[in-house]
Structures are given as C-alpha cells and as structure tokens.
C-alpha cells in the first residue's frame, strides 16, 4: 500500500509542476495523502522521548546530506534533469510552484535543500554556454574567453553564491526565526538553493537576452539614451527577479517571521535606477569593460 502511495505522490508532484491540469476535490484528501505518506517516509521517532533513532539521526546530519548529493554528482543517470527543466520554467513564471515542490520534500524527506543535483549541473551549462557568448560578441580570443569562463564560474557563481547564501543563513537564523522555533533552523543548503533559484532568472536575462542588444538592435552598449534605458531596464528586472525569488524562498519557511523585510532592497533598487538614467549610467557598458579587464 505504501508502495502504490508512493507511486501516486510522486506522479502528482511531477504533474503540479509540469503544468498540467489536476485537481483533487476536497482540500481534506490532500491533506490525508501528506499523512499517510509523511507517516511512511518520515524518519521514526522513539515513543518514549520523540527524538530520533540512533540510525536515522546519522542519516540526517548534515555531512550526510552533503555527501549524498555530492555523491549523486557522480551518477547522471539517477539525475531528474526532466524535473529541473520545468522548475527553471516555473522560475519565471510561478515561482511558488516551485518552492511548494520544497515543502513536499520536507515532508517526504525531513530536509528542505534539494537533493538531487540536476538544476545545479543545468545551470552551469546555462553559465557555460552564455560566457562563451559573451566571448564572442565582446571579441574575445579562445585564452581570454577561457579565462572569463574560470572567473564567472568560481567566482562570480561559487564564490560569490556561498558568500551570499552564508550571510542569508546567518541573517535568518540570527533574526528572523520565531522564537519557539530555534531548534528548528533555517538549512545552509537550503539558503543554497534559494540563491542558486534567484540567480538563474539574472543570469538568462543578463548573461543570455542581453547579448542580443549589445551590438545588434538597441546597441545597448554606448552612451545614447535608448541604449543605457533598455540595458538598465534589463538589470531593474534581473536584479528584481533576484530579490523577489529571494523572498519567496524564506516566506516558504514556517519558522520564520518578517521576511517581508527582504524586500526592502527594491525600494533602493527603484532609486538606483532612477538616478542611472539621469546621470546616464550605463550598467552594461561597464559590464563589458569589466569583463575586458579581468582577462587582460
């Protein structure tokens, strides 16, 4: 019987975010299949104190968790690339659908951060493939556009992304959880995540649209008024992307309180951009000298 549940709650979750049409008639029936199936998944609790086996506290520690994801790096075939494309869809245009998914892993597997590593390897071919086109439409020689491609991806994307994940890690649990919950803290794999979701709109939006109007339609790259509009306008929504997936991937959590607060930025987002094209900053252009200069 577990089994067959099994079955029919992955099949559901799969068809949720695929974008197909499916309804369950009573808010109560879901409400049964997440207990009967978090029953079977969960890991068992002892009956006299509520605290975990000694087994299953080790299969949930931390490392654990590191090492079977870092494990299932090795194994593409057990990788749900399939999945992954579709909440890379959803990314732009339901987010919440896409961290309702996480709430479902968390009741299914005790954890919050993904363990399957299909969306990372994803996006750094997006981070691959669009470098390289940056490469091209920059002018760039095979040494230097192999060198801009080491620079976007440890620094920039790895080094950068657990810089920002460590410090939104510290931040929630040092002033965002809700006080009867600090034993239940917010994941570092799962700040991860909420990065490596809000990074990829910027990157597909700056590393890959943007291409097509630095040299070509706009010509975004140059000191004219349409062109530092259009390129400023696309960083306003880049950035915006950012900071509003962001705040939907804390929202998501229950044992945190006013993360409403990160959306504060946006008001001084708005003001940057405002004041970028009064003094006819162009974001873009400095991008690309930046770029030039790293590889020099």
């Known amino acids: 019987m577990s ?30 299949i997440n207990r009967r199936f978090s029953s079977t998944m969960l890991p068992t609790t002892s009956p006299q104190n509520g605290s975990l086996s000694a087994r299953d506290a080790a299969r ?53 951060a993904r363990d399957d590593p299909a969306f990372l390897v994803l ?3 997006w981070l691959c493939v669009s470098t390289v086109g ?7 020689g095979f040494v230097e556009t192999l060198k801009l491609l080491l620079w976007v991806v440890f620094i920039d994307c790895i080094g950068v992304g657990l810089l920002i994940s460590t410090l939104m890690w510290f931040i929630t649990n040092k002033y965002l959880l809700k006080p ?3 034993d239940y803290d917010v994941e570092w794999g799962y700040a991860f995540d909420v990065h490596l979701n809000a990074f990829y709109p910027l990157l597909v939006i700056l590393h890959f649209l943007q291409l097509f109007f630095i040299n070509h339609i706009v010509v975004i790259n140059s000191d004219w008024f349409l062109g530092y509009f259009v390129g400023n306008s696309l960083w306003l ?18 044992q945190l309180q006013n993360t409403v607060v990160l959306l504060y930025p946006f008001a001084l987002l708005v003001l940057l951009y405002i004041l970028s094209l009064s003094l006819g900053w162009n974001f873009t252009k400095g991008l690309c000298w930046f770029y030039k200069y790293r590889v020099q």
């Open 134 to 140: 940056f490469g091209l439409v920059l002018d760039m």
């Open 237 to 254: 929504t880049a950035i915006g992307y950012y900071l509003y997936i962001t705040f939907l991937g804390y929202n998501a959590l229950p």
């Open 123 to 125: 996006l750094s071919i």
């Open 60 to 112: 949930h520690t931390a490392g654990a968790k590191r090492y079977k994801y870092l494990r299932r790096l090795l194994h593409f075939k057990a990788m749900d690339f399939e999945f992954a494309v579709w909440q890379m869809l959803y990314l732009f245009t339901s987010p919440q659908r896409v961290y309702r998914n996480f709430h479902y892993r968390k009741q299914t597997k005790d954890q919050w």
């Open 3 to 32: 089994k067959r549940l099994l079955v029919t709650y992955r099949k559901f979750l799969r068809v949720q975010l695929s974008g197909r049409a499916i309804f369950f008639t009573e808010e109560k029936e879901l409400s049964s």
């Open 180 to 182: 009867p919950s600090k």
